[in-house]
């Protein structure tokens, strides 16, 4: 038995303390586990006295005794290994095979890291995201002859059967890519309460920071798991770990690491609008057809443009509506006070907005890519600095976000270039308007609205395509219309709230409360989105040929 002790030990102890560190993830737990299944074999080679498989016999035990540390048995005295595990099972056989799979595994994710951009992207797309080879050709702007090619030359690279790859370890040799960004509200850049350098910024520079932050969500991950899926050493992991986890990016539950803020890709933006389209009768349909109904009261109110087609006016109704709604609902407000920002290590307060965009497109609010102009949405554009301290415009810029050049100047300019603008299209509702009496500037912007169709002529005389308001006039349609509607879609709205914050809180359970929160207010306040949407598909309102005709649709001036 002396020798048989004496050849255990020469033989198996170096292995199974490597395969003990791999299944507790831990040196130090590691060794406890490999003595605890010497100390296993030793025992049960004593009471079996002949042994005629060495091998098996010792991975069968170390199997055996890995399922009773799992349980986390109290004792670990020896029993009968045939009373746990039945005969007949090669587990030295399984052992090697699975250490010959993973180095496998490991050579092929290292041939296909190594190939070139191009090949490595049609390797990805046609093998592991399944795209014919007319989609990568398409995907990757080539022809399919070239797609074809250079996917018969990184076969022959790479030489083994791809399907064999597990997806989740593509990050090793396809990396994702998140955008973050600190912003105090519904703004296009950072604001508010944001240092010049914040710490996003150093995750946006970061191509590894970025995947951590991506493989961390939901359950997160461990050092050795992260080391296995990004391919990085875990002492190059171990420092931009250590800053995510300082700067608060990641928190430590146990030994796993895990995302403490809500990021949007393709499932978000597809459950949200699963959510919506079950509440399609309850709170979609009812705003449409409360303001529909409502049309000759709108009407009445006599602004600029409420003779506009209903198609076209409803645009600019709903625009209003969501403005109104967001200012004047309690559960909004709440949502996006500036209460919930969150204090930063880099002295800034502010929300956290990250999206994956790791196949580099950009969704639209349905999840699904395409450049219809319902992509890339950041809320309705509102000055509120105008004088008397009352907004001046409000722009949602639908069927614009995808084309900067459709984008209004009254909304992208300057200070004084939107006050001139401003100025210039009140003025020409005025009794007597010439544009003899406008200076050259003024003469210059005039003509530069006329050809983008902000204002049209028509026998020398000229009118905003788009509506305009006095005061009055929106506080008329803002107590008559739109504080009813918004106490009628109350309740569905917090019943949506509820079911939006499950979402996050399983997918992202260490988000912060306020990082949720944020989260809340933009998936409720694309209620109004989602009506124009629907709108659009019932063909309750038009649908522009081109992004420049649709500017004017939901520009809206407070005169």
């Known amino acids: 038995m002396q020798k048989i002790y004496t050849k255990i030990t020469d033989e198996y102890s170096a292995t199974i303390l490597n395969w003990a560190v791999k299944k507790t993830g831990n040196r130090t737990d590691g060794e406890d586990l490999a003595q605890e299944v010497l100390m296993q074999v030793f025992i049960a080679a004593a009471k079996h006295g002949r042994i005629e498989k060495l091998e098996n016999f010792v991975w069968k035990t170390a ?41 496998e595994l490991a050579r ?36 399919e002859t070239a797609a074809a090619w250079h996917l018969f030359s990184a076969r022959k690279k790479v030489k083994k059967e791809l399907e064999a790859m597990r997806n989740e370890n593509a990050y090793v040799y396809s990396p994702g890519k998140m955008r973050i960004s600190a912003s105090s509200g ?82 978000y933006f597809e459950y949200r609008k699963e959510v919506y389209s079950t509440h399609r009768n309850s709170l ?63 002295g800034g307060k502010y929300f956290i907005m990250a999206s994956d965009r790791t196949d580099g497109h950009v969704y639209d609010i349905s999840g699904a890519y395409d450049n219809s102009g319902w992509e890339n949405f950041y809320g309705i554009v509102c000055d509120t600095n105008g004088d008397n301290g009352f907004e001046r415009y409000f722009w949602l810029g639908v069927y614009n976000f995808s084309c900067i050049e459709a984008r209004p100047e009254i909304i992208t300019g300057d200070a004084q270039v939107q006050a001139l603008l401003y100025e210039l299209y009140c003025g020409i509702l005025k009794d007597g308007f010439s544009p003899d009496a406008l200076s050259p500037d003024d003469k210059e912007k005039l003509a530069e609205a006329i050809e983008c169709g902000l204002i049209s002529k028509i026998d020398g005389l000229y009118s905003p395509n788009f509506v305009v308001f006095t005061k009055s006039q929106l506080a008329k349609l803002q107590n008559d219309v739109y504080a009813p509607l918004l106490a009628l879609i109350g309740p569905v709205l917090d019943e949506l709230a509820s079911k939006f914050k499950k979402m996050h809180e ?47 649709l939901t520009l809206v001036l407070v005169n």
């Open 506 to 552: 399983r997918d992202f359970p260490k988000a912060r409360p306020g990082n949720i929160n944020h989260h809340l207010y933009l998936d409720l306040w694309m209620f109004g989105v989602f009506a124009l949407k629907f709108a659009a598909e019932d063909g309750k309102l038009s649908l522009p040929d081109a992004p420049a005709d649709g500017t004017p």
């Open 108 to 143: 092929m994710r290292r041939k296909i890291a190594n190939l070139n951009r191009l090949q490595r992207d049609a390797v990805i797309l046609h093998y592991l995201d399944g795209l014919s080879v007319r989609e990568v050709a398409a995907r990757l702007n080539i022809a």
């Open 284 to 346: 979609i349909d009812k705003v449409t057809d409360y303001l529909w109904h409502n049309e000759p009261i709108i009407r009445g109110i006599g602004f600029h443009g409420s003779v506009f087609p209903a198609e076209r006016l409803m645009w600019a109704i709903i625009t209003m509506f969501i403005s109104y709604a967001s200012r004047n609902s309690e559960l909004l407000l709440r949502l996006k006070s500036s209460d919930n920002r969150d204090i930063h290590m880099d």
């Open 186 to 267: 519904m703004s296009l850049s950072a604001s508010g309460d944001v240092p010049q350098y914040p710490d996003t910024e150093k995750i946006n520079d970061s191509l590894l920071r970025q995947n951590l932050c991506l493989l961390c969500r939901g359950d997160g991950k461990t050092l050795d798991e992260l080391a296995e899926l990004t391919g990085v050493s875990k002492p190059y992991l171990e420092h931009d770990l250590d800053w995510l986890v300082e700067r608060e990016f990641l928190l430590m539950d146990g030994k796993r690491y895990q995302t403490s803020f809500v990021i949007m890709d393709q499932r």
């Open 63 to 103: 199997h055996f005794t890995w399922c009773n540390h799992v349980r986390a048995l109290a004792r670990r005295n020896a029993c009968e290994l045939s009373e746990v595990l039945p005969d007949g099972t090669d587990f030295a056989q399984d052992y090697a095979d699975g250490d010959a799979l993973n180095a």
